[in-house]
């Protein structure tokens, strides 16, 4: 019994000495463990605040991503406006361009037309040169009929006061021709004037009648004779009358 006994303890001892051999390989094992665990959880922790600036990090990124993305978006707008407006200037060159090949066309035309009108001056030039020659001819024989008028002028002006001398002359002619029948004329008015003065004279005495007798030419005198004696005018040629020798009295 007791060899069992000890046995019994002996195993008991072994088992015990085991467990407790086994029990210190847990603790020295849970130990570890927790060493572990500890490290883990500091390393947790480090990865935690790791992560937070990392999270802080990316939300910075994105935040500056979202920023670049706008910028970039700006540029592409600003790019494709860009490319619009390049698209429109070589649209404004093309058109510009065609402008251009048309005003070189015109103005390509303009110097044929200039060429064409600069021979017709010559032309012209030429022409009025010629025109101006003619015109000083014209001038110059314009100047010789003027002078020609007058020269014309003149000798119509002498011929129309020869015509009107020849008529003074004419008429002067005429007065002659008449002068010896005027003479006849103031004779006979003479012998009238002094057959009246006579009869005058001898009415104042109071020898006579107070009408006049016939005078001594034969003709019955006027009935205001006594008063009145014709007088005879003679227009130009009163110088050819002598001097001293009464026409008419009153």
């Known amino acids: 019994m007791e060899l069992s006994h000890k046995r019994a303890r002996i195993e008991l001892e072994k088992e ?16 570890d463990l927790l060493m572990k665990i500890r490290r883990l959880e500091e390393k947790e922790e480090k990865s935690l605040r790791a992560l937070d600036k990392q999270l802080e990090k990316n939300g910075s ?34 058109t510009l361009n065609q402008k251009l090949q048309i005003q ?3 103005f390509s035309t ?10 017709q001056l010559e032309m012209q030039q030429k022409k009025y040169q010629e025109m101006y020659q003619k015109y000083q001819i014209l001038q110059t024989s314009q100047i010789s009929s003027t002078e020609s008028e007058i020269k014309i002028k003149e000798l119509t ?9 020849s008529i003074i002359v004419k008429n ?22 002094a057959y009246f003065r006579s009869w005058f004279g001898s009415c104042r005495c109071g020898r006579t009648s107070a009408r006049p007798p016939a005078s001594t ?3 019955n005198p006027h009935p205001d004779a006594l008063y009145l004696v014709p007088l005879v005018h ?11 020798v009464p026409v008419g009295v009153r």
């Open 217 to 219: 030419s034969g003709e």
């Open 61 to 94: 990124l994105k935040r500056n991503i979202e920023e670049l993305q706008k910028q970039v978006q700006d540029k592409d707008t600003k790019l494709s406006e860009a490319n619009q407006m390049m698209s429109d200037l070589r649209d404004e060159v093309r």
């Open 16 to 31: 015990a000495h085991n467990s407790s051999r086994d029990l210190q390989r847990q603790v020295d094992l849970n130990q």
């Open 110 to 119: 303009q110097n044929l037309e200039k060429q064409a009108l600069e021979e």
């Open 104 to 106: 070189e066309s015109k």
């Open 172 to 193: 002067m002619k005429t007065e002659v021709s008449r002068l010896p029948e005027l003479k006849r004329e103031i004779k006979h008015l003479q012998e009238e004037n």
């Open 234 to 244: 003679i227009p130009i040629f009163s110088s050819f009358i002598p001097a001293g």
């Open 157 to 165: 002006r002498r011929l129309e006061l020869q015509e009107q001398d």
